[in-house]
């Protein structure tokens, strides 16, 4: 079949899905598929860019996903002076001292002879340097943290606009991406795939941990949004007249209207996106790629830089998972560091990769929409399907009751399934690298 | 006396509880390390096969206590660990036929075989939520106590008390009775060579007439019963919890690497470092320090040199720091 019928119809049946959602259940639940749908391509595109286009195995999607988050936040939360004024130059300057004394470990290291001096030497400055920053940045984060802890307790973030934070995530996850790739994109891909776990555990770990920074597990509620709130348009009349004009109650209508705006804002960011990789894959760099992807030692002696390109690539797809976070977060409306679990935010999105098509563009986008369809749609239909199954049993049978109860849990179980069925039966994904 | 005192306060904060987490670790390293050996790939269902085996033996342990049958001050958990062994036997036996012999007869790259895991990790991750939910399961029974804080103190009138769990003396007379069997195992039983010759040249193996399908079933079982001691040790000392058993992939991965992915003493090794790094780099060194220093000098604060919940951060540095150094890990692991 013609691939691009056949893409077509794939992507057809998607929206179909997506339709179908609307009709059966409500119009609200497809436009909460359709927008976290859109963020999950946008994730999906970033570990396609770093697996499907550079082999790079990166396990560490949360974390970049929480540092997107994470500029939300600092970004667009008015800042609270009586917290600055209690310990924001103690922060930053505890901060700056901490980086200082690892920029002089750094800078030593290469000095100091060989053997028993530089173990020592690299010590006592690493030693010195931690019980310094740790003088000057436990007071200010105790100062800052006693601001009002019950509603602030943190440094606040600079007031903006918050549709900036999705490049600013974007910024702040490839910076992190950097220093990672620095240190561990020379190793093999499994430990690369353990280094990445780890930097994502202790990113969530700085989030909930920092109160200053993310008030931690107290959570930041109340982000601003980039859409008008449901309530405001409740009260407008024009709205109200409007929705009635179109046989709504205004409740729905606000409610649709909102959820609408992000989708269109999410789109336009996802179509940008696909278009860079599209154009990324199809030019002499996504090529060289590729070539480095499918043999590290020809591409090295053709001239071409694999620890270069490997960086870049890595950093690239960081940023991308980054933006997606920013807007996750934009769309939830408030941080909560709890929340992020690498099932759902890690492996999930290499689900939703490997089924679409790793190497593929579209079919990480495709992979994206379908796989979070079904990690949402799986619940229901699994309860139903417990209700069939379990309808011949007593009323009052414990077998039945947990049953029921568990059902939820098969989501996990399905993920999985799909995964195997795919990587045995389709190896290369729905839609296939060309 | 006050030297006594520190010692003790050690002990009972440091040097116990590292000993039995690094005992739990030090197992489940051995399992990644073992299938890394003959399978030639990391699992990351690892902490779920856990998981599942110590689902099984939790599910014997109620059973038992329903009817009755029990080990009096040991926990019934012991008696129902075989049944658990045996439960995660069948299941890896089972995953093994169903998922991975395909892509073994293909030989497919190791960071196939990786991703593969992952979908068995989160089948079984499925499983083990479905059937005994995601909260916390406590199974311990039995005396809590080989020796409370208190008696300690009565027996030796020092002022710090030593208290030891009976989880944690299980723990390391288990650690050291299965990682015994398992040395003796492969380095005196036919199969056991034939194992390590498999791991350390397959080629050559094969030659020699070894069947690589019976060395792959042995070295399943062996991880099987790794992975079930390992996490009922586990569960038994702390408690149960599916995503706990998740999250433990790291610090067992670390372990397996800093020691030397492939090798078997490596792993042990590992298992203890990361360890006794996680509970010394935790810990609030105060009490400590009281009694070592004079007056003047007594610390003001904790002196805990990062909060507890940094402690994925200290496996992972140590990690790092191995791999930037010594690639191949401590005990000279093999680098595929």
């Known amino acids: 079949m013609n691939p691009v019928i056949k893409n077509s119809a794939l992507f057809a049946l ?69 917290a600055w004024a209690a310990g924001g130059p103690g922060v930053l300057l505890g901060l700056l001292l901490g980086a200082a004394s690892i920029g002089v470990a750094i800078w030593a290291y290469p000095r100091l002879p060989r053997g028993r001096v530089r173990v020592l030497g690299m010590t006592v400055i690493l030693v010195i340097g931690f019980i310094i920053f740790r003088r000057v940045f436990d007071p200010a984060v105790e100062a800052i943290e006693a601001v009002d802890p019950a509603t602030s307790g943190y440094l606040g973030g600079l007031g903006l606009w918050v549709v900036l934070s999705w490049p600013v995530g974007g910024v702040l996850a490839a910076g992190a991406a950097w220093i990672i790739g620095k240190s561990a994109l020379g190793l093999r891909s499994d430990y690369l795939a353990i280094a990445t776990l780890g930097i994502a555990e202790i990113v969530i770990a700085v989030l909930k941990n920092e109160d200053w920074l993310s008030r931690g597990v107290k959570n930041v509620i109340g982000l601003p949004r980039p859409v008008p709130n449901e309530v405001d348009l409740q009260n407008d009349p024009a709205f109200v007249e409007q929705a009635t004009s179109l046989g709504l109650d205004p409740m729905t209508a606000s409610s ?50 694999v620890k270069g390109r490997h960086l870049q690539v890595f950093i690239l797809g960081s940023a991308i998972c980054g933006i997606a976070g920013a807007m996750m977060t934009t769309l939830d409306g408030q941080l909560t560091p709890g929340t992020y679990q690498p099932l759902r935010f890690t492996f999930l999105i290499w689900v939703m990769v490997i089924v679409g098509g790793s190497g593929n563009n579209l079919g990480a986008v495709l992979g994206g929409f379908l796989i979070w369809f079904l990690w949402v749609q799986v619940e229901p239909i699994s309860a139903l399907a417990m209700e069939v199954i379990t309808a011949g049993m007593a009323e009052d049978s414990p077998v039945r009751g947990h049953l029921l109860e568990s059902a939820a849990q098969l989501r996990l179980l399905t993920m999985g399934v799909v995964l195997l069925l795919v990587l045995r039966f389709s190896p290369r994904g729905l839609i296939p690298e060309k | 006396m006050e030297f006594l005192n520190a ?193 350390d040249n397959e080629d050559l193996a094969l030659l020699s007439g070894i069947n690589p399908e019976r060395v792959v079933l042995v070295t399943w079982l062996i991880v099987a019963a790794l992975a079930t001691v390992a996490g009922t040790l586990y569960g038994l000392d702390k408690s ?71 402690k994925f951060a200290v496996s992972f540095v140590i990690l790092l720091i191995v791999l930037l150094f010594r690639p191949t890990g401590l005990f000279r692991g093999k680098a595929v």
């Open chain 1, 256 to 305: 649709l209207y909102v959820k609408l705006g992000y989708a269109l804002m999410f789109t336009v960011v996802l179509l940008i996106l696909l278009w860079l990789a599209q154009k990324a894959l199809h030019s002499p760099w996504g090529r060289m790629m590729r070539a480095i992807r499918d043999n590290e030692t020809a591409a090295e002696a053709m001239g071409k830089d």
């Open chain 1, 14 to 82: 998607m929206a179909m899905l997506i339709l179908l959602t609307g009709i059966m259940q409500s119009w609200n639940s497809a436009l909460l598929i359709l927008n976290m749908g859109l963020v999950s391509a946008v994730m999906a595109l970033g570990v396609n860019l770093q697996w499907g286009f550079a082999g790079l195995f990166n396990v560490g999607v949360m974390g970049f996903v929480a540092l997107g988050g994470l500029a939300t936040v600092l970004i667009s939360m008015p800042p609270v002076p009586a």
């Open chain 2, 7 to 199: 010692i003790v306060a050690l002990s009972n904060y440091v040097l116990v509880p590292a000993l039995a987490y690094g005992s739990q670790l030090a197992l489940g390293a051995l399992g990644v390390t073992l299938i890394y050996g003959i399978l030639r790939f990391s699992n990351f269902a690892h902490g779920d096969t856990m998981a599942f085996g110590t689902m099984i033996t939790i599910l014997m342990t109620w059973w038992m206590q329903s009817v009755g049958i029990g080990l009096g001050p040991l926990p019934t958990a012991l008696l129902a660990l075989p049944f658990g062994i045996a439960g995660c036997a069948a299941m890896v036996l089972l995953t093994d036929r169903v998922v991975y012999r395909f892509y073994r007869a293909q030989k497919v790259k190791p960071v196939i075989l990786v991703i593969v895991s992952m979908g068995v990790m989160f089948v079984m991750n499925g499983l083990v939520r479905f059937v005994i939910g995601p909260g916390d399961q406590r199974f311990a029974d039995g005396e809590r106590f080989i020796i409370t804080a208190l008696d300690f103190r009565m027996m030796t009138g020092l002022k710090e008390g030593l208290a030891i769990k009976t989880t944690q003396g299980i723990t390391l007379v288990t650690a050291v009775i299965v990682v015994g069997v398992l040395f003796w195992f492969l380095t005196h039983t036919r199969t056991g060579k034939s194992m390590r010759a498999y791991s």
């Open chain 2, 240 to 310: 149960f919890k599916p995503f706990t058993y998740f999250q433990l992939l790291l610090p067992i991965f670390a372990s397996a690497i800093v020691g030397g992915l492939g090798s078997p003493l490596g792993a042990i090794a590992g298992g203890f470092v990361i360890a006794f790094s996680e509970v010394t780099i935790t810990y609030a060194w105060k009490k400590v320090l009281v009694y070592l220093m004079p007056e003047s000098l007594e610390p003001s604060g904790l002196v805990q040199l990062m909060s507890t919940d940094y």
